[in-house]
């Protein structure tokens, strides 16, 4: 495969004769799958080629070129400072060598690295009790995983040591000097762990209440938000002719119109969409479904996307990556959407996550006249309490219950 991307036989024989000249066919044949294009299979092999001969210097032949030799490149990089641009990227020399471990790795040439700390046995059926009993999506309990890792190796992996005094000083000692947000989840994190541990009678009955509540005032803060305006702006400002453009305005419109989470969109499936019947099946934080009514609006921006924007790969996820290697997106591809558009429009927002608009669109809601069990059916939210935050913005409707200032008469 290499004749594809080289014509010169001069650079063939080169690319050939070199420690790395085996594999490089392969190599070329496994980066058109993963959706490389020509320019970027030529950089790879010439790169690999730099790598496979620094690898021989050092005593390493290919199949020596693992996760350890990679951290030997760092390294040697980061001394002669040739390990990143100076926009903060990778050089190109590093980039490609952790592609073709990866390519190694995949093709069992070499062993792929192993796990260096195992997820204990209790904390894993830990995750699988609350998958089942409380429908806990994996996202979050990935968030648990430090939190549970610390009180371990804290207080020791048998649970019936555990005292109230202990668990106490566990978590005063982890957010001495942390945000009330950050505090709140440890203390979420502890508190549904030790509920798991007394539902298999490893603690004492109550334990769970040795967790004291984290200060963090309810309603204490405005939702963030933008204008109606603001919003369209965004959603505008999408170049609906590229692929990265037409992926990005059906992004935005599924949380401007439908209020979806990033985990929402990223986790999209051609399975949830219900053509026929015009709606869309999201599972949400607690793995319910809910089916929202899917808009022409929202309908059209997805079906562009699916014809002139997304990669031909076989995957049942909606939206793919616009660069190889083409897989499913993330929830921070989501963020980064909005974030993009905020960066073309110029628009100053108070926050640059998904989550802004999703905001607004309850904002929009309640400024229109809608109820707020109306909002909080839409946002999917179990608790009304959560929707209650957005009432604060519903100007309008506060100056109707808003008690008269009294008013002392001048002497």
């Given at each position: 495969?290499?004749?594809?991307?080289?014509?010169?036989a001069?650079?063939?024989a080169?690319?050939?004769?070199?420690?790395?000249?085996?594999y490089?066919?392969?190599?070329?044949?496994?980066l058109e799958d993963?959706?490389?294009?020509?320019?970027?299979?030529r950089r790879?092999?010439?790169?690999?080629?730099?790598?496979a001969?620094?690898?021989?210097?050092?005593?390493?032949s290919?199949?020596?070129?693992?996760?350890?030799?990679?951290?030997?490149?760092?390294?040697h990089?980061?001394?002669?400072?040739?390990?990143?641009?100076?926009?903060?990227?990778y050089?190109?020399?590093?980039?490609?060598?952790?592609?073709?471990?990866r390519f190694?790795?995949?093709?069992n040439?070499?062993?792929?690295?192993?796990?260096?700390?195992?997820?204990?046995?209790?904390?894993?059926?830990?995750?699988?009790?609350?998958?089942?009993?409380?429908?806990?999506?994996?996202?979050?309990l990935?968030?648990?995983?430090?939190?549970?890792?610390?009180?371990?190796?804290?207080?020791?992996?048998?649970?019936?040591?555990?005292?109230?005094?202990?668990?106490?000083?566990?978590l005063?000692?982890?957010t001495?000097?942390?945000?009330?947000?950050?505090?709140?989840?440890?203390?979420?994190?502890?508190?549904?762990?030790?509920?798991?541990?007394?539902?298999?009678?490893?603690?004492?009955?109550?334990?769970?209440?040795?967790?004291?509540?984290?200060?963090?005032?309810?309603?204490?803060?405005?939702?963030?938000?933008?204008?109606?305006?603001?919003?369209?702006?965004?959603?505008?400002?999408?170049?609906?002719?590229?692929?990265l453009g037409?992926?990005?305005?059906?992004?935005?419109?599924?949380?401007?119109?439908?209020?979806?989470r990033?985990?929402?969109?990223?986790?999209?499936?051609?399975?949830?969409?219900?053509?026929?019947e015009?709606?869309?099946?999201?599972?949400?934080?607690?793995?319910?479904q809910?089916?929202?009514?899917?808009?022409?609006?929202?309908?059209?921006?997805?079906?562009?996307?699916?014809?002139?924007?997304?990669?031909?790969?076989?995957?049942?996820?909606?939206?793919?990556?616009?660069?190889?290697?083409?897989?499913?997106?993330?929830?921070?591809?989501?963020?980064?959407?909005?974030?993009?558009?905020?960066?073309?429009?110029?628009i100053?927002?108070?926050?640059?996550?998904?989550?802004?608009l999703?905001?607004?669109?309850?904002?929009?809601?309640?400024?229109?006249?809608?109820?707020?069990?109306?909002?909080g059916?839409?946002?999917?939210?179990?608790?009304?309490?959560?929707?209650?935050?957005?009432?604060?913005?519903?100007?309008?409707?506060?100056?109707?219950?808003?008690?008269?200032?009294p008013?002392?008469q001048?002497?």
């Amino acid at each position: 495969m290499l004749i594809t991307y080289f014509k010169s036989a001069l650079a063939l024989a080169r690319y050939r004769s070199g420690p790395a000249g085996p594999y490089l066919d392969d190599f070329s044949t496994w980066l058109e799958d993963q959706g490389y294009r020509r320019i970027g299979v030529r950089r790879h092999i010439r790169e690999v080629a730099h790598f496979a001969d620094w690898a021989k210097t050092e005593g390493l032949s290919v199949q020596k070129c693992d996760r350890e030799a990679l951290s030997k490149l760092r390294n040697h990089l980061s001394e002669s400072s040739y390990l990143r641009y100076r926009n903060g990227n990778y050089t190109h020399l590093y980039q490609s060598a952790c592609v073709f471990v990866r390519f190694l790795e995949v093709s069992n040439i070499v062993a792929p690295p192993t796990t260096p700390q195992q997820v204990p046995e209790l904390v894993q059926e830990f995750y699988e009790w609350m998958r089942v009993q409380r429908g806990t999506m994996d996202i979050t309990l990935a968030k648990y995983r430090l939190p549970i890792t610390y009180l371990l190796q804290s207080l020791g992996s048998e649970p019936r040591d555990y005292t109230a005094k202990g668990l106490r000083e566990f978590l005063l000692r982890h957010t001495a000097h942390s945000k009330p947000g950050k505090s709140k989840n440890l203390a979420t994190a502890l508190r549904m762990f030790l509920r798991f541990l007394i539902a298999r009678g490893d603690c004492g009955a109550g334990l769970d209440h040795a967790i004291p509540t984290v200060a963090q005032w309810r309603l204490s803060s405005l939702p963030k938000y933008l204008p109606a305006n603001d919003v369209e702006r965004l959603i505008d400002s999408c170049d609906n002719t590229s692929p990265l453009g037409a992926r990005d305005r059906a992004i935005l419109l599924l949380i401007a119109r439908l209020g979806l989470r990033a985990g929402d969109v990223s986790a999209l499936k051609f399975d949830d969409l219900e053509w026929l019947e015009g709606k869309l099946i999201v599972s949400g934080k607690n793995r319910r479904q809910t089916r929202l009514p899917l808009s022409q609006e929202v309908g059209d921006a997805i079906l562009h996307y699916l014809k002139h924007g997304r990669a031909q790969i076989v995957s049942n996820c909606v939206f793919i990556t616009t660069t190889a290697p083409l897989v499913p997106i993330t929830s921070k591809s989501v963020s980064r959407a909005v974030f993009r558009a905020l960066r073309r429009t110029g628009i100053s927002a108070p926050m640059k996550g998904s989550h802004l608009l999703r905001h607004s669109l309850a904002t929009k809601m309640l400024q229109d006249g809608a109820a707020l069990a109306s909002v909080g059916a839409l946002l999917r939210h179990t608790s009304m309490q959560t929707t209650q935050v957005y009432a604060k913005v519903d100007f309008a409707s506060l100056k109707e219950v808003a008690m008269p200032w009294p008013e002392v008469q001048s002497c």
